[in-house]
């Protein structure tokens, strides 16, 4: 079955970096597309950036200029690099092949930024 698993969350103060990495199984993921999206307490979750199969990304306005993503298809993975970031960037981060998905979200991973 599809599982994805994502790691590098963590506790930071503003203006500092992350780098978050979600493991895929159970798809020809070289083959997919992927994004990240994040979900704030009390929040929908939103996207936040895009990863096309060819490479081709696309971002949230929110996190433009300072957050990038990128794959690694012979590890079957995909990166979010978070630099400059900001208290409001506060939430849990998932990955997944778009925001209406059918396959089940794995648990995320938190990210704190403390102003």
């Known amino acids: 079955q599809v599982q994805l698993v994502e790691s590098g969350g963590g506790y930071v103060q503003a203006g500092g970096s992350l780098r978050l990495s979600c493991a895929v199984s159970?798809?020809?993921?070289?083959?997919?597309?992927m994004g990240w999206y994040r979900q704030a307490p009390g929040k929908e979750r939103v996207f936040v950036a895009f990863?096309?199969?060819?490479?081709?990304?696309n971002y949230a306005d929110s996190v433009k200029g300072r957050f990038s993503i990128s794959r690694d298809n012979a590890k079957n993975t995909v990166y979010l690099q978070m630099n400059s970031l900001r208290p409001e960037d506060t939430a849990n981060y998932y990955c997944?092949?778009?925001?209406?998905?059918?396959?089940?979200w794995g648990q995320g991973t938190q990210v704190t930024v403390s102003s």
């Open positions: 997944n092949t778009g925001l209406y998905s059918d396959y089940p």
């Open positions: 159970g798809i020809i993921f070289r083959f997919n597309a």
């Open positions: 990863i096309t199969s060819g490479g081709t990304t």
